[in-house]
């Protein structure tokens, strides 16, 4: 009896672990085991915020604001019991968003449907968009060093602290040719990530050939492949291999805000 009660207590002690002690698991992906610590997550999501915060497509900026209703308040420091707000914002242009085939389909798809599982294998790969006819593109031949991943995550150059601000209407940014998302599509990657607020160019009057491209719209069509778009990655963040976990709002529509979480694999 002594000797599984001193067994218990140390294995209850080895448990207990502070804040900033690492938290160890391991994972297996398609049979491979991943190594992380699950006390250092790295975040690449930017959030919806009042009157403020990334923003593309030609709209207003979020409101976060206090419901007011009956004579209920929903603010406390004006009297309220509660705090209680109502939050409006478009998921494609306020913030961290992964959306499905459903955003460019006439039947509906949700994005709250494309995944049965969060975690996946990622490469976080930097380049710096190349100048053609007035545009800044992303070719394909910028992902020489592509492994075999579930996801790609895509850094662009210059990696200023402004993408966590920036208003991107009107400003034509870089976008991706059709022959990335095509070769991504080929490689079995299931999963895009990229700083940008789409991936294909602002204006280009609905041809979205890298949407397209990916997805296999014409073919046979990629229901559980998404893109997530706006995200920020800390230049500190080395590229290479990572597990991602990818988790959506779980709401009833072809986009949603979602918070992306890289993990160093440890081994």
Not at 37 to 52: F, G, M, R, T
Not at 61 to 79: A, C, L, R
Not at 93 to 105: F, L, N, P, V
Request: charged share 20%.
């Amino acid at each position: 009896m002594k000797v599984i009660t001193l067994f218990l207590l140390a294995t209850l002690v080895s448990c207990i672990t502070t804040k900033n002690d690492p938290m160890e698991t391991t994972l297996l992906i398609d049979d491979q085991p991943f190594s992380i610590d699950l006390n250092n997550p790295i975040d690449i999501s930017l959030a919806v915020k009042n009157n403020a915060g990334v923003g593309a497509w030609y709209i207003d900026q979020p409101k976060i604001t206090h419901v007011e209703v009956d004579g209920y308040v929903g603010k406390v420091s004006m009297g309220g019991s509660t705090n209680f707000n109502d939050v409006f914002f478009n998921p494609h242009s306020h913030g961290t968003h992964t959306e499905c085939i459903g955003h460019i389909t006439e039947e509906f798809h949700s994005v709250n449907k494309a995944l049965d599982k969060s975690f996946f294998t990622a490469q976080l790969i930097t380049v710096t968009p190349e100048s053609r006819d007035g545009d800044q593109v992303i070719t394909a031949a910028m992902f020489e060093d592509l492994d075999k991943v579930d996801a790609v995550i895509i850094r662009t150059l210059p990696n200023t602290d402004d993408k966590k601000s920036k208003n991107y209407s009107n400003t034509n940014p870089p976008y991706l040719m059709e022959e990335v998302m095509l070769r991504f599509r080929e490689s079995g990657t299931q999963h895009v990530l990229i700083d940008l607020p789409s991936v294909d160019k602002e204006r280009d009057n609905g041809a979205l050939l890298a949407h397209k491209a990916f997805w296999d719209f014409d073919g046979n069509q990629r229901l559980n492949a998404t893109i997530t778009e706006l995200i920020y990655v800390p230049s500190a963040v080395a590229d290479g291999k990572y597990i991602l976990d990818l988790q959506v709002a779980p709401i009833e529509n072809d986009a949603a805000p979602s918070r992306p979480i890289l993990y160093a694999i440890k081994s």
